[in-house]
Each structure stands twice: as C-alpha cells, then as structure tokens.
C-alpha cells in the first residue's frame, strides 16, 4: 500500500552510492539524492557533512551490502512503502525485508524501518503461511536490532498470533512447529513473555495496532516516520 501522506520535496544534487564490490567483486552504482538521503539516514547525514572524504567525492561506499537490497531501500525512501509480490509465489521476499530492517538498522534510518514494519503488519495473517522463510526474516531482524527495538515485538507478536490461530489438526502446521526451532532464543523469549501478559480469553492478538510498534525519531533528527 502507498504512503499517501509520503511527499517529496527534492532539492540539490545526487550522491553516487556503490553498494557490493567486497572480495574483488564489482560494486553496482547508484545515482541518490543526496537531501533525500541525509533526510532519511543519520549514517548519510554524517558522511556527507564537513570535510569527510565522502562529502568531497559525493561517494559513498557501502562495499559489504547487497545492492539487490539497497534497490529496496531506495524504493522506501523514495516511494514511501516497499512492494512484495502480487501472487506471493516467491516467498524470498519475507527474507529481502528483513535484509532490508538490518540496512536500515545500520543506516540509522527510524523512518524506512517504520515503513518495513507497516509492510509486515499489514501481511500479518499470510506471514507464517511461509514459516521458514518468515522464521528466517524474523532471525536477521532480531540478529541486527538491540533488544530495546520494536520490530522484535512486531514479530514475536504475529508469531503469537500463529501459534493462537493454529489448529493441530490442520494440514501444514506441523511445518510451522518445525520452523519454531529456526528462532532466536530472544525471540522465543518474547513470545513468552507475551503469552504470560495477554489475557487468555483474548489471545487472538486482533486488538494490536501498529501505532504499538513505531518508532520515533529524536526530535534532531529530519527522518520521516
């Protein structure tokens, strides 16, 4: 779903950015502009400021990153939401947005994590009809944030909300117990902690709101949320 209320107000140049290029292979280039990133990213903010290297070439160089990942990123930054796909064949797309949430973690950028977080909240009954890939996006997620963060709990909410709507004698959900023992320890963690707290008669999860999983960015900085 777009972001209608995602407007953009570009001004100035672009910044070139080469995403890849570690262990002798060749970095993809991507032409960025450069308000757009700085409004977005602490990380892009700092780099392009004063007299860093960066800031004189207009390069920045993110030699450890998948490039295939930053189109992704450039989609949220640029469009407001970040797409899947239409017949959800592919499930490698659970996994590309938590590759995503862990680039965005490391861009310092609260605004494109909030758009992944309502990416995964608005698919939250079809997540775990592809347990692993979903338990594999949930890794990299709780494998790249501090335990403060509140995707951990989106995730571990949804996969609460699972385990409630699972029936036992349902075809496949024997598949979803298999992928339970591909999550983190932290997140098995919070989903106890979760089941503990949730009144039992309640447990459908279908009173949370995403409002409960946003974050806010300090009032320094320019990020969109």
């Given amino acids: 779903m ?5 407007f953009l107000n570009i001004e100035g ?6 995403v890849g290029g ?9 032409e960025v502009h450069e308000e757009l990133l700085k409004r977005h990213s602490a990380f892009f903010r700092n780099a392009l400021c004063g007299d860093w290297k960066e800031s004189k070439d207009r390069t920045v160089k993110l030699p450890g990153d998948d490039p295939e990942v930053f189109a992704l990123y450039c989609q949220a930054i640029y469009a407001g939401h970040i ?16 590759r995503l949430f ?20 608005q698919n939250r009954e079809h997540l775990w009809s592809n347990p692993h890939e979903a338990a594999e996006m949930a890794y990299i997620i709780y494998e790249s944030s501090p335990t403060s963060c509140s995707m951990r709990q989106l995730v571990a909410d949804i ?19 298999a992928a ?14 979760r089941f503990v707290a949730v009144d039992p008669y309640r447990r459908d999860y279908g009173y949370i709101s995403i409002e409960n999983y ?10 969109n949320s």
């Fill in 22 to 30: 570690a262990e002798e292979k060749k970095g993809v280039h991507f």
């Fill in 180 to 193: 339970l023992d591909d999550l983190p320890k932290d997140m098995l963690v919070d989903m106890l902690r």
């Fill in 214 to 223: 946003l974050e806010t960015p300090s009032d320094s900085s320019r990020e």
């Fill in 159 to 177: 996969a609460m909300l699972r385990c409630h709507q699972q029936n036992p004698h349902a075809r496949g959900d024997g598949v979803f117990s």
């Fill in 83 to 98: 797409a899947r796909p239409n017949d959800n064949k592919d499930p490698g797309y659970l996994i590309q947005w938590g």
């Fill in 13 to 18: 140049g672009v910044i070139r950015v080469v």
């Fill in 102 to 121: 862990a680039l965005a973690e490391k861009l310092l950028d609260t605004g494109s994590k909030n758009t992944i977080a309502r990416a995964i909240f």
């Fill in 2 to 6: 777009v972001n209608t209320g995602h």
